[in-house]
């Protein structure tokens, strides 16, 4: 694509690829800018990786670099559902699906994390448009994840998922009042809550 092209040859001309260690530039600081524009007032740093694994990565250790902060240095394990994808590094892959994720390759060197079930699958209302949402489903999953929240709160440093479409998993979409519950039970047991956007783009869902 030769305006692809152009715009490559025209930013190493100014700013070659460089690591943030301790080093800036403009085309950094000026996406940063326009992110936060758009983000809650609340939310004001960024950390910039250079792919969707390193970026979970960060997210798991911050998560982790809180617990001690928090005087709960023991909180080492992640909760997530399972279908999902977040990368093929160690800790990504640690979260991704447990048969989708090869950790029977794996075992014994690949961290042991919680897995809930999926959540159901939404059927998509053919005049609105909008994810529908099954009641029964509903309450049978929240149940399985206020188990497995309360067995296992002590290790529990924080929760990922794919929010509302899991991609790798078979472009699946769930109701978003799914998200909901989990930020709920997150609030109660005092755990973070990591939304892997990396294939659905930031702040989408």
């Given at each position: 694509?030769?305006?692809?092209?152009?715009?490559?040859?025209?930013?190493?001309?100014?700013?070659?690829?460089v690591?943030?260690?301790g080093?800036?530039?403009?085309?950094?600081?000026?996406?940063?800018?326009?992110?936060?524009?758009?983000?809650?007032?609340?939310?004001?740093?960024?950390?910039l990786a250079?792919?969707?694994?390193?970026?979970v990565?960060?997210?798991?250790?911050?998560?982790?670099?809180?617990?001690?902060?928090?005087?709960?240095?023991?909180?080492?394990?992640?909760?997530?559902?399972?279908?999902?994808?977040?990368?093929?590094?160690?800790?990504?892959?640690?979260?991704?699906?447990?048969?989708?994720?090869?950790?029977?390759?794996?075992?014994?060197?690949?961290?042991?994390?919680?897995?809930?079930?999926?959540?159901?699958?939404?059927?998509?209302?053919?005049?609105?448009?909008?994810?529908?949402?099954?009641?029964?489903?509903?309450?049978?999953?929240?149940?399985?994840?206020?188990?497995?929240?309360?067995?296992?709160?002590?290790?529990?440093?924080?929760?990922?998922?794919?929010?509302?479409?899991?991609?790798?998993?078979?472009?699946?979409m769930?109701?978003?009042?799914?998200?909901?519950?989990?930020?709920?039970?997150?609030?109660?047991?005092?755990?973070?809550?990591?939304?892997?956007?990396?294939?659905?783009?930031?702040?989408?869902?």
């Amino acid at each position: 694509v030769p305006e692809l092209d152009a715009a490559a040859r025209d930013q190493l001309a100014s700013m070659s690829h460089v690591m943030f260690g301790g080093l800036t530039h403009a085309p950094a600081i000026g996406l940063v800018e326009r992110l936060l524009a758009i983000t809650p007032a609340h939310l004001t740093r960024a950390f910039l990786a250079d792919s969707g694994s390193v970026s979970v990565e960060v997210a798991m250790k911050m998560a982790l670099q809180a617990g001690v902060v928090d005087g709960r240095p023991t909180r080492t394990r992640f909760l997530t559902v399972r279908g999902g994808y977040h990368g093929d590094t160690f800790s990504p892959m640690s979260v991704t699906d447990p048969v989708g994720g090869m950790h029977s390759l794996f075992r014994g060197v690949l961290p042991e994390h919680v897995f809930a079930p999926l959540p159901p699958h939404a059927p998509v209302d053919p005049v609105t448009g909008v994810p529908v949402s099954d009641p029964g489903a509903l309450a049978t999953w929240r149940e399985s994840v206020d188990a497995l929240f309360a067995q296992h709160r002590p290790d529990l440093a924080a929760v990922i998922v794919e929010p509302l479409i899991q991609g790798a998993g078979g472009m699946r979409m769930y109701h978003p009042i799914y998200l909901k519950l989990l930020r709920e039970a997150c609030d109660r047991y005092g755990v973070h809550l990591i939304h892997d956007e990396i294939a659905v783009g930031f702040g989408r869902t």
